[in-house]
């Protein structure tokens, strides 16, 4: 005799496959802009009651953001900002990947020059600002010394750990068909460890806009770093808000263009994980 439990669980079971198939055909982009226009409006309107010298809301930000496009302040601080951002951005990933390849690959390497990497990345690097302000003085270089040096151990260290998780298989079968050291790395390693590198690319993007927002608090007081501290300064909140809210949105940007990047340069992972299609 069939049993109430039993005709619930099937009822049961097709509610859930419509709620996972609502929620999968509903784009990303729909989700994200859905989330972030609540947040924007809930702010909007717990912010206006806030003192403006302790917070600030969305509508006075976006006033802020239009009159220093007009005197043209902030375009030269993003122009100041930017230069030693994609100078040392860049350096720590040319640096960065082959470093974690080799790291990884050779076990000679990674005994000898590993420690280092590990003790560098567990260093807190803001901490020698000071002195690199002695060797590199206080324009453009120490900048992008400070961004290549926090953006370039997350790099190193996701490339190494992802030669290190590349099946010990597949290398023995690239060894069996006598392929060369050169031709596994390019053929075998660097494909498996492209999603290891892009992680590594993501977060070195984060760690890079931290190191030139903090290299111009410390440094010469410029760019977007130095609109904050002048703006703090002087309690116009609102106009310390356009440069934050403005790295923040060029960070996901370039998060997102990573994410493009990975998507051609390795087609066949989205496939593998199934991550497009949730």
Same mark, same amino acid.
């Given at each position: ?17 419509? +709620? ?16 972030? =226009?609540?947040?924007?409006? $809930? ?58 390849? $080799? ?5 000679? $390497? ?16 803001? =901490? ?52 060369? +050291? ?41 760019? $977007? ?12 909140? =609102? ?40």
């Amino acid at each position: 005799m069939t049993t109430d439990t039993e005709i619930q669980a099937p009822a049961r079971v097709e509610r859930r496959a419509g +709620q996972a198939s609502w929620t999968s055909t509903v784009p990303a982009w729909v989700i994200t802009t859905i989330s972030v =226009a609540v947040a924007t409006g $809930l702010w909007e309107f717990f912010g206006r009651d806030v003192n403006p010298l302790l917070g600030t809301y969305p509508s006075a930000i976006i006033k802020a953001f239009f009159s220093m496009l007009q005197t043209g302040r902030l375009q030269d601080a993003l122009i100041q900002s930017s230069q030693p951002f994609i100078v040392g951005y860049i350096v720590a990933a040319i640096v960065g990947i082959p470093v974690g390849l $080799l790291l990884g690959r050779y076990r000679i $390497l990674e005994s000898a020059l590993g420690i280092y990497v590990t003790a560098g990345y567990a260093t807190p690097l803001i =901490a020698l600002v000071p002195l690199l302000i002695l060797w590199f003085g206080l324009g453009f270089m120490v900048k992008a010394v400070v961004v290549f040096l926090l953006s370039f151990f997350p790099i190193c260290i996701n490339t190494w750990f992802g030669v290190k998780a590349v099946p010990k298989t597949m290398i023995e079968v690239g060894t069996a068909f006598c392929a060369s +050291q050169t031709a596994i790395m390019r053929g075998i390693i660097l494909p498996a460890t492209i999603p290891y590198i892009m992680a590594g690319l993501r977060l070195g993007i984060g760690k890079a806009v931290i190191g030139i927002v903090i290299a111009e608090f410390l440094t010469a007081i410029s760019g $977007l770093g130095g609109i904050i501290i002048t703006s703090a300064n002087s309690f116009r909140t =609102a106009e310390m808000f356009v440069p934050v809210i403005l790295i923040m949105v060029l960070a996901v940007a370039l998060t997102a263009l990573v994410g493009w990047l990975e998507k051609y340069v390795a087609p066949w992972q989205s496939e593998i994980t199934g991550h497009d299609s949730v």
